[in-house]
């Protein structure tokens, strides 16, 4: 499959409903590392009072898509709403290697982010 047609797959495909029914939106990916062989953690921003509804990786030989789907409550939310980095976790078929990983909604590539150490 090509990269248009997994942005394309992206653009038209809706992501699944949100189990309890509240509205979606998508989440830009700041980062990723690979907490172990096959398992990415996915570095998010969300507000306090969102959930994550999908986090989904569709594999090629050169790249890694993923995409994260949040749910909120459209009664609590506020003109202020309170940010917090958050990581989420998406399992591979394949350990990463040498491939991209690429935000799905935005089509940029997803920098590594090494854990700080000590």
């Known amino acids: 499959m090509s990269d248009a047609a997994i942005k394309d797959h992206h653009g038209r495909c809706p992501p699944p409903r949100c189990p309890i029914g509240l509205p979606q939106r998508p989440c830009k ?8 062989s096959a398992r990415l953690q996915l570095r998010i ?8 509804c999908d986090a989904i990786a569709e594999e090629t030989d050169e790249h890694v898509y993923v995409r994260v789907i949040l749910c909120y409550d459209e009664r609590e939310q506020s003109s202020k709403i309170d940010y917090v980095d958050c990581p989420t976790h ?3 078929e394949q350990p990463l290697g040498d491939r991209v990983v690429v935000d799905a909604f935005t089509g940029l590539e997803v920098p590594l982010l090494a854990p700080e150490l000590g």
Request: glycine share 16%; with cysteine; proline share 0%.
């Open 29 to 36: 990916c700041l980062g990723y590392h690979e907490r172990e």
């Open 45 to 52: 921003v969300m507000g306090r009072d969102e959930g994550i």
């Open 90 to 92: 998406v399992y591979l």
